[in-house]
């Protein structure tokens, strides 16, 4: 079992900047990917990044690929989400979680995030 708990969404202005953080806890990661997930109202959820807990390896969508960074620190067992040059079409509710093999089994309960002027 693993328990994720988000925190660091908020209002943004356009061309802003927020850092989502997402504490672990429970069952060893190593063997986990950890991912960043959003939903916008009345739109399906998306894959946004996602970061091989042991590795360090990382993907992106594309849409936000040169604008975010996932990172984590081991040691803490937190992951962060950095979110450069943002556009109100990042506007929505964004979750991380944790799974093996591509699925994702344990979520947090989401935060937050919105862009506008």
């Known amino acids: 079992q693993v328990q994720l708990v988000e925190s660091g969404g908020g209002l943004v202005q356009p061309g802003g900047s927020l850092r989502l953080s997402c504490a672990a806890s429970?069952?060893?990661?190593?063997?986990?990917?950890i991912g960043w997930f959003r939903q916008a109202p009345g739109k399906e959820r998306e894959f946004v990044a996602a970061?091989?807990?042991?590795?360090?390896?990382?993907s992106y969508a594309d849409s936000v690929k040169g604008r975010f960074t996932i990172s984590r620190v081991y040691a803490k067992s937190t992951l962060y989400l950095q979110m450069n040059s943002l556009k109100p079409e990042d506007t929505a509710v964004y979750y991380c979680?944790?799974?093996?093999?591509?699925?994702?089994?344990?979520w947090g309960q989401g935060t937050q995030v919105t862009v506008s002027s």
């Open positions: 429970g069952s060893s990661l190593d063997y986990y990917a």
């Open positions: 979680a944790a799974g093996i093999a591509g699925s994702y089994d344990y």
């Open positions: 970061i091989n807990w042991s590795g360090g390896s990382t």
